[in-house]
T-cell receptor, first 113, second 113 residues
Framework: GQQLNQSPQSMFIQEGEDVSMNCTSS?????WLWYKQDPGEGPVLLIA?????ELTSNGRLTAQFGITRKDSFLNISASIPSDVGIYFC?????????????FGKGTKLSVKP | KAGVTQTPRYLIKTRGQQVTLSCSPI?????VSWYQQTPGQGLQFLFE???????NKGNFPGRFSGRQFSNSRSEMNVSTLELGDSALYLC????????????FGSGTRLTVV
């Protein structure tokens, strides 16, 4: 099935560092979403993007919907220990109320030893 | 308000058996989607129900089925379990199915032995 290419697969962060991750696809999406998943829990929505070129912030998080509608990135500024977890991008294929989400494989953030 | 509730949280079944998982959506949400999460394949869409009708279906064999009741609660059933069905099964609900409104439950961890 369709997949999103999410990178990096994993990264180590030190408190205070900025973090960047992105997703690319061969398909056009109408909506891009970014989720965070903690161990033993379901994904929690961080940011939703609806228009090509849209740049949206949620606290220290900033995400952009690529102009081509085939990519998106998420930046985390001044990381803190609770940012550790797995971040997923997701694209919705159809507009409005229908359409399943296609997820990336995730970016695992861990604390630098 | 109460979140999405999935029961049971953990389940161990034997190959060849069948299993039923339950999802109670947020009150007022009429759309329920199911996803399978495995380390190898990531999050994969199973199906979506809206007002008791299956509206969208992923690429899974017919052993995977679901239904939705008039109170929007949903169940998914897997028959003739295989070892590869071991996964975290996540349910997400939303008012009408729009991606920005998806709220995920904590999932049911199914282990097939």
């Amino acid at each position: 099935g369709q997949q999103l290419n999410q990178s990096p697969q994993s990264m180590f962060i030190q408190e205070g560092e900025d973090v960047s991750m992105n997703c690319t696809s061969s398909s056009i999406f109408n909506t891009w979403l970014w989720y965070k998943q903690d161990p033993g829990e379901g994904p929690v929505l961080l940011i939703a993007l609806y228009k090509a070129g849209e740049l949206t912030s949620n606290g220290r998080l900033t995400a952009q919907f690529g102009i081509t509608r085939k990519d998106s990135f998420l930046n985390i500024s001044a990381s803190i220990p609770s940012d550790v977890g797995i971040y997923f991008c997701a694209g919705q294929l159809y507009g409005g109320s229908q359409g399943n989400l296609i997820f990336g494989k995730g970016t695992k953030l861990s604390v630098k030893p | 308000k109460a979140g999405v509730t999935q029961t049971p949280r953990y389940l161990i079944k034997t190959r060849g058996q069948q299993v039923t998982l339950s999802c109670s959506p947020i009150s007022g949400h009429r759309s329920v989607s199911w996803y399978q999460q495995t380390p190898g394949q990531g999050l994969q869409f199973l199906f979506e129900y809206f007002s008791e009708t299956q509206r969208n279906k992923g690429n899974f064999p017919g052993r995977f089925s679901g239904r939705q009741f008039s109170n929007s609660r949903s169940e998914m059933n897997v028959s003739t379990l295989e070892l590869g069905d071991s996964a975290l099964y996540l349910c997400a609900s939303s008012l009408t199915g729009g991606a920005n409104g998806y709220t995920f439950g904590s999932g049911t961890r199914l282990t097939v032995v």
